[in-house]
């Protein structure tokens, strides 16, 4: 049986550079789908095309409007094919509108100069720390995924929390139900870090990815070799500030790889 | 008289969302100019574009082929304007081909919530570090900043070190000659870090950025307070492999204000 996910991120070419997909309400948000599934979707239009060469090793993702329950279009346009590199331009379409695009970059990967200069944080193991309890009502994508906190908690509520707690938080995370990594799922967890300003501040309040960028570290094999295993994800900001927050994160998986890291701007409103 | 940065990235408009360039070689590197100025030129175009509200927030920035010496042509594009973004697209072309392209995000800002969660660095200040020597014959850009080393260096020979050095490095940072911050100085400013590699490895090798995000913290008034007051600029690495590493950046201005910060991914051979 295909995975929620894949449900969730499917694609139909309707033509050259052309492909029709729809949000699924298995991953819905407080307003539209859950970002990630965005992300993972974009990246899917550019990974099942004919011309692409490689995977994927950079994405930027712009969340321009919100997206709406309805049937959307997505189109590709390769911007760029060189030796090593090919970028990609990629537009989500919905109701005459543009609500979200990406910048992709694939390559062939070859066996290089390889080098951690800073190793996986050590913390406490999954079965060490306790799953978030499942939601009902509200962002159902929150139980596409197994959080278990390792460093800082998820308990948002109002008011704001006196004094401000610490931006950086730790977790593992897999999907649920398990499904076998791949780039798709990892763009999709890369956006799966909670907002920064909701940790800080410990309260709800009017805000949303902006732009976001992820870089990918791991080669195919290390991708496929992480099976279901939950990943370490960490995330920090540094300064929230005139209506925008930065915030950083890392993905980290077997034998202490960094599979990903990144950084997105968010905006909130006060 | 103009400054040399500024004729470096000035615009021709030729008409609606169309403007003329060409590439300066005072700011000139190893292969097409640096990418900071290109950054910059890519801005420009926005920020002068009649229809522009606000002020840059977040720029991404793809570098998808070697810039020439000859002329370009910027198009720009406003992809989407909501009630508190703009969202731009710009493409760089330069004989038939998109050499580069940028997405950026502008907004007007207001006072809301502002916060630290990590504060400047303590180093030891400017005048107690020794500025760069200038270069001559190859990379001019690097005359056109006063670079001044407060953690790592940048003594880049050949063979590789042995050991490996440390990714991470800070140093104070301003135009040469002086030019009070703005936000076209800053965005070149925010790609005048060195690659992680060479100063993990010491050594030269055929590299380059293949795509950058820069998240603006600072609003406007902080930039303009600046002034020609040099940056503390920190650089670090989280993994390198498979042909590409990561790279984040901090750039701190007067009163330990973080001013922008940003990531990028790196393209090496080997």
Redesign the interface.
């Known amino acids: 049986m295909e995975h929620i996910f894949d449900t969730a991120t499917a694609l139909k070419p309707l033509g050259p550079n052309r492909y029709a997909g729809r949000p699924d309400p298995a991953y819905g948000n407080l307003a539209g789908p859950f970002g990630g599934t965005t992300s993972a979707t974009l990246l899917r239009a550019v990974l099942e095309h004919p011309d692409c060469v490689g995977q994927a090793?950079?994405q930027?993702v712009?969340f321009?409007?919100a997206i709406g329950p309805e049937p959307f279009e997505i189109a590709t346009r390769l911007?760029?094919a060189?030796r090593?590199?090919q970028?990609w331009?990629v537009e989500l379409h919905q109701v005459d509108?543009?609500?979200a695009?990406a910048?992709i970059?694939t390559?062939a990967?070859?066996?290089?100069?390889?080098?951690?200069?800073?190793t996986m944080p050590e913390v406490a193991g999954p079965e060490a720390c306790n799953p978030l309890p499942e939601v009902s009502g509200f962002s159902a994508w929150l139980n596409r995924y197994e959080f278990r906190f390792c460093e800082g908690d998820a308990k948002f509520g109002t008011p704001r929390d006196t004094p401000?707690q610490?931006?950086?938080t730790s977790f593992w995370i897999k999907d649920r139900p398990a499904r076998p990594l791949d780039a798709l799922s990892l763009a999709a967890l890369s956006d799966a870090f909670f907002l920064?300003?909701l940790h800080?501040?410990g309260a709800l309040a009017p805000m949303g990815t902006?732009?976001l960028?992820t870089?990918?570290?791991?080669?195919g094999d290390e991708i496929a070799a992480q099976g279901t295993t939950p990943l370490l994800g960490t995330a920090?900001?540094?300064?929230?500030?005139?209506?925008?927050?930065?915030q950083?994160m890392?993905l980290w998986g077997k034998d202490g790889?960094?599979l990903a890291?990144?950084?997105q701007?968010v905006?909130?409103?006060?």
Chains 1, 2 share one sequence.
């Not at 100069?113 to 800073?118: G, N, T």
């Not at 870089?215 to 080669?219: F, P």
């Not at 920090?236 to 930065?246: M, T």
């Open positions: 090793v950079n930027n712009n321009c409007g911007i760029r060189g090593y590199l970028h331009n509108d543009i609500r695009t910048h970059v390559a990967r070859k066996e290089t100069f390889s080098h951690h200069a800073q401000l610490p931006a950086k920064r300003l800080v501040r902006v732009s960028m870089h990918v570290l791991a080669t920090d900001a540094i300064r929230f500030h005139g209506n925008f927050h930065d950083q890392q790889n960094l890291s990144g950084s701007i905006w909130f409103k006060e």
